[in-house]
């Protein structure tokens, strides 16, 4: 069964404390795995598409890769903006349907 | 390019009404998703539609159910509103192209927040 798992539940960092989040995944053929930021009460923004291991993007303080078991979202010198909950999904190549986490609630304190 | 658009953004309805909720996706886009989040149950998939034809489908009760207009608009109808359809509803698009190889971003709409009292 395609599962994703994000780890952990929750985040709470000092302003400029580096960290890594985790999402690990079952798929059947892998067609996708993408990153996205949640505000409370706002649709999901998009953040990455990664496809291969091997991959790694970035983008102002955050760089996503990916392995044939897990993606890290990795931030680096987090500013309080930067709070939020992180969602990672997967697409199978049977099926156009994204598998989602639970997601990464990330709370940085200035 | 404007973004995808989700009306009505607010909705309060009591037990037993119906409720239709539209998307209009990105110009050009021709997938459209629903998704129910809650804060117990995160993101849940509704159904896809592409090309006015649902291609997938959650495990959500026959009240839930959805259309797709030859425009790529959207839109979702809940009948027999209960309780626990409180929910922020979510609408994705995505320019997915017809045939099997291909792999689409869904951006999404801002929501449309339904209180069921």
């Known amino acids: 069964e395609d599962q994703v798992t994000q780890s952990p539940e929750a985040l709470r960092l000092q302003e400029g404390e580096s960290s890594s989040l985790n999402c690990s995944y079952t798929v059947s053929g892998l067609r996708g795995l993408f990153w996205y930021r949640q505000d409370p009460g706002k649709g999901p923004e998009f953040l990455f598409t990664l496809y291969s291991a091997g991959e790694e993007k970035e983008k102002e303080r955050l760089k996503a890769t990916l392995t044939k078991k897990e993606s890290f979202l990795h931030i680096t010198a987090p500013k309080p903006e930067d709070s939020a909950t992180y969602l990672c999904?997967?697409?199978?190549?049977?099926?156009?349907?994204?598998?989602w986490g639970a997601g990464t609630k990330l709370i940085i304190k200035p | 390019k404007a973004g995808v658009t989700q009306t009505p953004r607010y909705l309060i309805k009591t037990r037993g009404q119906q409720v239709t909720l539209s998307c209009s996706p990105i110009s050009g886009h021709r997938s459209v998703s629903w998704y129910q989040q809650t804060p117990g149950q995160g993101l849940q998939f509704l159904f896809e539609?592409?090309?006015?034809?649902?291609?997938n489908k959650g495990n959500f009760p026959g009240r839930f159910s959805g259309r797709q207009f030859s425009n790529s608009r959207s839109e979702m109808n809940v009948s027999t509103l209960e309780l626990g359809d409180s929910a922020l509803y979510l609408c994705a698009s995505s320019g997915s192209r017809a045939g099997q190889d291909s792999t689409d971003t869904q951006y999404f709409g801002p929501g449309t927040r339904l209180t069921v009292l």
């Open positions: 999904a997967v697409q199978a190549r049977s099926n156009y349907q994204l598998i």
């Open positions: 539609y592409f090309s006015e034809t649902q291609r």
